[in-house]
């Protein structure tokens, strides 16, 4: 009889569940290389905007629900979340803001 990771009974024609690779490798923070994958491809790859990344991650969520899964991230949030705790060696990752504040050349660009 067919179960599932549970020992739980599936219904006689349900078809198999993808196959994972387990890995030793830690993925920390991502929870495994999919989800650091995605991340490399949706934000350094293509650079792709907040809205594109949520409208590809609602499709693929839909797509797995029917099998029992789900897309890597909610949305773009989730994944920015991620990078940004992402850790490089022993460095947290850090953001700056700079502000100048003395004369602007007369050959400035207006922001």
């Known amino acids: 009889m067919k179960c599932d990771a549970n020992g739980c009974p599936l219904p006689p024609h349900t078809k198999p569940f993808p196959y994972t690779v387990q890995s030793n490798v830690n993925w920390t923070p991502y929870k495994d290389q999919i989800q650091f994958e995605v991340t490399d491809l949706l934000f350094c790859q293509t650079k792709s905007l907040a809205h594109s990344v949520d409208k590809i991650l609602k499709l693929w969520d ?50």
């Open 62 to 111: 839909e797509t797995l629900k029917a099998h029992g899964g789900g897309a890597p991230f909610k949305d773009h949030s989730g994944l920015y979340q991620t990078i940004d705790s992402t850790p490089l060696a022993d460095n947290p990752w850090e953001s700056y803001k700079l502000y100048y504040q003395g004369d602007k050349p007369s050959h400035a660009i207006p922001l």
